[in-house]
């Protein structure tokens, strides 16, 4: 009996591997000491301020641990699964090496493990609580600049409830975690503050994620669709007004076009990829502002320019591709536009129709996290291609915000962080009311944070990173930075577009990167082979 009810656990663990597993790229070299935390007793856990002790106590294999850059001097479980995995591999080997002969000990051990695990169990998931506060903490300290403006009881009461409501949604308590998502509805408006609006998008996350558990316990994947698919006329206008009101995308295109000006310089046959032309109009944007400054260069314009986009929506952008033609035509400049209906992961280099002498730019705007999986074959596999038609360079342009932890708390805080810098900034940029700032949040911001919250595996394609983790990622694949060199123009670009104070431009070793309020928005990188 006691065999199987060690399998039973061992199984159950394994269910829960993603909840349990902490990568080694989260520790810093640091151990907590074993002992330390198996001294922790019941009664210390009793006196843990957590309004749902008794839920996390009943909840005997699973616990998670929140963690973010902006608050990771706060206190942290260190405790990775190796250690755990290598102390049960061994002691239950010891169970079956002794044979019949010392099945007497084997109960013993078995018991004196389970035991342990749970004394262990229960101290984890104190710690955890203890560091989820400690994050809650933090924002209310200082994250959530929107909550400090207002000021008010109120603000600071809706922050303590949709985190606690996280909570309880992560642990899988659904009677709790509906009766929360009510109290939430109801103080969490659309047209209210900044905070209170984004809180009504992570309620609409929390809401799905909670809909999607199963009854034993797991999270489903249904339910969620890739950026690329189901596009309704109200998500292209929140776009549209997205690209024409916020800085964000026409920042990208800024960078971005500098850096193809700069590989294109005394080249006369030059051809741009574009892994994004599921962005449709912003992207016709940005081409015709390259083919202005591409015809308008010292020296002679190039004798021509191929553009190639890839994406899964060649329907929608027959208009565009007019457009260019004919601007192209204004110009005198020898045009060709081909398109790849292909996703990120399925392009293969020969559907790229490279000419003998041509100049190579790759350029990618928000588009390669979605090929960001658990594995990082996915992302390599794409880079690998792109390196096959031997770019000048590749422009990268992705959102600077750690949102791909392998951790649902982890994910909810750092979004949290992130999406109320944004709407504060939408905050200061248009009135109360205004219809479009409630489009770009519900249609918009919405979409992408209900995918960070509530979906998993290939469902979850908005895996936004940080500079630094593309920085290694780009590197391991076999390209090396190449400065952007225009941190000058930059600045002078956005004092021109006189948008509100608040807005920063500042030069991260070479990359770009756009912030609110020194909080990081979005950067903006160049990379060339090694």
Request: hydrophobic share 40%; aromatic share 8%; net charge negative.
């Amino acid at each position: 009996m006691g065999v199987l009810h060690c399998m039973y656990f061992d199984t159950t663990e394994n269910q829960m591997a993603h909840d349990l597993y902490l990568p080694t790229e989260f520790h810093n070299g640091e151990r907590r000491n074993e002992a330390s935390a198996l001294s922790l007793s019941l009664s210390a856990m009793a006196g843990c301020p957590f309004p749902y002790l008794a839920t996390l106590m009943d909840i005997s294999s699973t616990w998670f641990i929140p963690f973010s850059d902006a608050t990771r001097n706060h206190k942290r479980l260190k405790r990775g699964l190796g250690t755990d995995q290598s102390i049960r591999s061994n002691s239950y080997s010891s169970l079956y090496d002794d044979g019949c002969n010392g099945r007497t000990n084997s109960l013993n051990s078995l018991l004196g493990l389970q035991y342990q695990d749970h004394i262990w169990g229960n101290a984890q998931r104190y710690l955890a609580v203890e560091a989820i506060e400690a994050d809650a903490a933090a924002m209310l300290g200082g994250g959530v600049d929107a909550v400090l403006k207002e000021g008010s009881d109120d603000g600071m009461k809706l922050v303590h409830q949709l985190i606690t409501c996280a909570k309880v949604v992560a642990f899988r308590d659904k009677s709790h975690a509906s009766a929360l998502l009510s109290e939430l509805r109801a103080n969490a408006l659309v047209f209210g503050t900044s905070f209170q609006r984004v809180a009504s998008c992570f309620v609409q996350g929390l809401s799905d994620r909670l809909s999607l558990i199963q009854s034993l316990g797991a999270v489903g994947v249904g339910g969620c669709t890739v950026k690329t698919m189901d596009v309704t006329p109200e998500k292209e206008e929140a776009f549209r007004l997205f690209f024409e009101i916020c800085p964000q995308i026409q920042f990208g295109h800024l960078a971005a076009n500098a850096s193809i000006l700069e590989a294109f310089e005394g080249e006369s046959s030059v051809h741009v990829v574009d892994l994004g032309m599921n962005l449709g109009s912003p992207q016709g944007q940005q081409w015709r502002s390259l083919m202005h400054s591409l015809a308008n260069r010292a020296g002679k314009p190039p004798s021509s320019l191929q553009i190639t986009g890839v994406g899964t929506a060649a329907e929608c952008l027959k208009d565009i591709i007019d457009e260019l033609e004919v601007y192209a035509e204004s110009l005198g400049m020898n045009f060709q536009f081909s398109m790849v209906e292909s996703n990120l992961e399925n392009l293969q280099p020969e559907d790229i129709n490279l000419l003998e002498g041509e100049a190579v730019v790759v350029n990618s705007i928000l588009q390669l996290h979605c090929v960001v999986k658990e594995s990082r074959g996915a992302l390599n596999s794409v880079l690998q291609k792109i390196r096959e038609l031997s770019p000048k360079a590749v422009v990268l342009v992705e959102q600077d915000a750690s949102h791909n932890g392998p951790f649902f708390l982890g994910r909810f805080m750092e979004a949290l962080h992130y999406y109320s810098a944004i709407f504060d900034s939408l905050d200061a940029m248009l009135p109360k009311y205004d219809t479009r700032r409630a489009k770009m949040e519900q249609f918009y911001f919405a979409e992408e944070i209900k995918n960070i919250i509530s979906c998993e595996g290939s469902a979850r394609v908005e895996r936004h990173q940080r500079l630094d983790q593309w920085r290694r990622r780009m590197s391991r694949a076999g390209f090396q930075s190449s400065p952007m060199k225009m941190i000058t123009e930059a600045k002078q670009w956005l004092e021109k577009v006189k948008l509100c104070d608040g807005y920063t431009i500042v030069d991260e070793k070479g990359c770009l990167v756009l912030g609110w309020k020194s909080k990081p928005i979005i950067a903006a990188s160049c990379w060339k082979c090694s």
